[in-house]
């Protein structure tokens, strides 16, 4: 029994199980998660794939991430996915309201392997794109938070000197983080006028 | 007899209940603690829910609930003795939510006839319920399948241990297996010759996804069907007993393995803790989510039975 190759795309959104109009936050939480499933001591795995499974595996992995991460390619790979789209699409999970996002977030994420291919950053205009795809107003994280509209305001806007002190824009970054779904500690390593100051 | 039947009827064949089997291959992972629990959340959000215990050779859905497991058991319904299946339905401490108890009065029971596992499935749905939850025994019988592929939707409970996590591997293959029984022999046979080959030194092993995309290029016409067939199965995860953050991540480490090797959609659906208090809930004979409603497990339950009610009512 063989698998051809070839016969139809490899199915990069089925691997990390995201339909395909996911964002890039999306995407680089499936890859991490995919990443950490397929492991060689995860759980997941057990009595289920071989090793020779996992190698392959692994490699889909990283040329899926490495494709989906970079718009162009993306485009290129969407045109002849949705061209030929022979798989069906699931979307596992999509229904379910997620459960503590902010628990899931694993302990692992500071592994410095773990952050390989997340080079990217959140500019402003960034954040406000991930913002406004989840339907999620300033009021509604300035009204949760506690945190004034004009602060949030300033960090979509990467306006620096509305906060005089580093502390007080790290504490609202992560706080606006948790709203929108992001990871605190990356959006704080990755927001831009963080990052040029050291 | 008959009056009070047709009395009933109207109500019930408005709508037939939604119905859950919570499963899992191994023993002592929570089926009967979790059924307990979700049924007594989607009570105090006023469904109307009866719990059966299926667990036929070791019933004890009664105690996760606190009841003694008197009265009418299944067993009086198998037999005949009884002939209205609302008729077995016990009432439990919350409101709407009743229990129709398993326990083993008849020491035989464990073994279902065919003809009385037939019965008991053609009769889920004519229980007066919004909400039917099936707590199922563990191992991988056709009695316990039977009601796992039957049910609208399968949950299936998972502890974050490699025998546990064998277990669920193995009771899912036989529930693809079973849910294909009406598949021609030819092909179930190849499917368990797939199912059950032995990983030998780390070398390539087939899986489920790749039998069926083989089955494409074989049988372009039959092999929509086969996939259709498997997709129907609505499966959901909990992980159970978690005790350190990183285990909360199985449940979508095995979403993505299963998907894969299944080519199936199993949901995780949440996860709960290890507590004590579960066990000190268990000797006051009183069910968890009443006795201690502001525990994080308890908040947990209800999240999970509304998730899947949103489910439900799409």
Same mark, same amino acid.
């Given at each position: 029994?063989?698998? !051809? ?18 964002? !890039? ?53 969407? #045109? ?11 979307? #596992?999970? !999509? ?46 994280? #300035? ?5 004034? !509209? ?49 | ?28 992972? &929570? ?14 959000? &006023?469904? @109307? ?98 009601? $796992?592929?039957?049910?609208? @939707? ?21 529930? $693809? ?33 790749? $039998? ?75 069910? $968890? ?26």
């Amino acid at each position: 029994m063989n698998i !051809k190759k070839g016969d139809s795309p490899p199915d990069y959104y089925t691997l990390f199980q995201i339909p395909p109009e996911a964002s !890039k936050i999306d995407i680089i939480n499936a890859y991490r998660h995919a990443k950490l499933a397929y492991q060689q001591d995860s759980l997941a795995i057990y009595s289920l794939f071989s090793e020779q499974d996992l190698d392959q595996i692994h490699a889909q992995i990283e040329e899926a991430y490495s494709v989906l991460s970079d718009p162009v390619k993306r485009a290129d790979y969407d #045109a002849l996915y949705l061209h030929t789209g022979s798989h069906p699409i699931h979307e #596992a999970g !999509k229904n379910v309201i997620p459960l503590h996002r902010q628990h899931t977030n694993s302990p692992d994420n500071n592994e410095p392997e773990k952050r390989s291919g997340e080079e990217d950053t959140y500019s402003g205009e960034a954040l406000r794109e991930i913002r406004e795809s989840k339907n999620i107003t300033l009021d509604q994280i #300035a009204y949760k938070t506690k945190i004034s !509209k004009h602060y949030l305001q300033a960090i979509e806007d990467e306006e620096r000197e509305h906060f005089p002190e580093t502390v007080y824009l790290r504490g609202y970054l992560r706080q606006y983080a948790s709203q929108v779904g992001l990871d605190p500690d990356r959006l704080v390593r990755h927001y831009p006028p963080l990052s040029e100051q050291e | 007899m008959p009056e009070i039947k047709q009395a009933q009827s109207p109500q019930s064949n408005t709508r037939q209940p939604h119905v859950w089997a919570v499963g899992g291959g191994k023993g002592g992972v &929570g089926k009967s603690f979790i059924s307990a629990n979700l049924g007594l959340a989607l009570g105090k959000q &006023g469904k @109307r829910v009866v719990l059966v215990d299926l667990d036929l050779g070791s019933a004890n859905l009664h105690t996760c609930l606190g009841m003694s497991g008197s009265g009418k058991t299944l067993s009086d319904y198998l037999t005949g003795e009884i002939s209205d299946i609302n008729d077995l339905v016990h009432k439990t401490e919350i409101d709407h939510v009743g229990m129709i108890s398993g326990a083993a009065d008849n020491l035989q029971i464990a073994n279902l006839k065919y003809f009385q596992k037939a019965k008991l499935l053609r009769n889920l749905k004519s229980i007066d319920a919004d909400y039917v939850i099936l707590d199922l025994g563990a191992g991988t019988s056709f009695n316990t399948l039977d009601f $796992f592929v039957e049910a609208d @939707r399968g949950l299936i409970s998972v502890m974050p241990d490699p025998t546990s996590i064998e277990n669920t591997y193995r009771f899912l293959k036989c529930v $693809f297996m079973r849910k294909l029984h009406s598949a021609p022999p030819e092909t179930k046979m190849l499917m368990n010759r797939v199912l059950t080959q032995r990983q030998q030194d780390g070398k390539k092993t087939h899986s489920l996804a790749a $039998f069926l995309s083989v089955m494409d290029g074989l049988h372009p016409e039959y092999a929509p069907e086969l996939r259709d067939n498997l997709s129907s199965l609505q499966l959901h995860l909990i992980v159970n007993q978690v005790l350190e953050p990183r285990d909360t991540e199985l449940g979508h480490a095995m979403q993505m393995t299963c998907n894969r090797y299944f080519a199936a959609n199993v949901d995780y659906l949440g996860y709960l803790h290890h507590d004590k208090l579960v066990l000190q809930s268990l000797r006051q004979r009183s069910p $968890f989510i009443t006795a201690y409603p502001q525990s994080r497990n308890a908040v947990h339950m209800e999240h999970m039975a509304s998730s899947l009610m949103t489910l439900d009512e799409h």
